[in-house]
């Protein structure tokens, strides 16, 4: 039990840190990609809610050391994240097909993103810090390509789980080899 909670903690310490380091460092559209999202999108949906949940308070914590937001922000961000997520896998997505996994990484990252600026602009407002949320024509279109570039990554992640575990694989009923 020990193996499996410090395997854990290295695996979110090393997903935190390629985000924090690597990706975010990347040229162009590709700095957009938000592996911790797309990674606790799939832990959510192997491993279970409370697995989904730790990831997302680990990972929140180790992304707080490196913030200059206030206290609590990514943390809460990512949980709320989660719990959107969890909800839909609960009660609309049935099957671990592609379509679902995109849909719970769209609806997570959309939430992430709109808690995340929420927070920043109350908290703005009562700690008296600056954040100007900038709705210019560019926006939208850094929204977008955000959502495009993360859909394209849950794509190559999720066809990696499927090349390595046959959880993903569609299983087809044939009507003859039943026993009888």
Known sequence: MYWRILTNIIFIIFLSIIQISFVSALPGWLNNINLII????????????????????????????YSFLPVGVYLFSLVFAILI?????????????????????FSAIFSYEFILYILNYFLSYFLNYD????LNKNFFADKLSLL???????????????????????VFLIKGSAKK
């Open 148 to 170: 495009i570039v993360n859909g394209l990554m849950t794509v190559i992640v999720f066809n990696i789980f499927n090349f390595i575990s046959k959880n993903f694989q569609p």
């Open 131 to 134: 954040f100007v949320l900038n």
């Open 38 to 65: 797309i990674f606790l999108v799939f832990v959510l949906s192997l491993k279970g809610f409370v697995y989904g949940i730790w990831w997302a308070i680990g990972t929140g914590m180790v992304l707080e050391v």
């Open 85 to 105: 997520a969890n909800f839909l896998l609960v009660n609309f997505f049935t099957n671990r097909s592609l379509y679902s996994y995109l849909a719970l990484s």
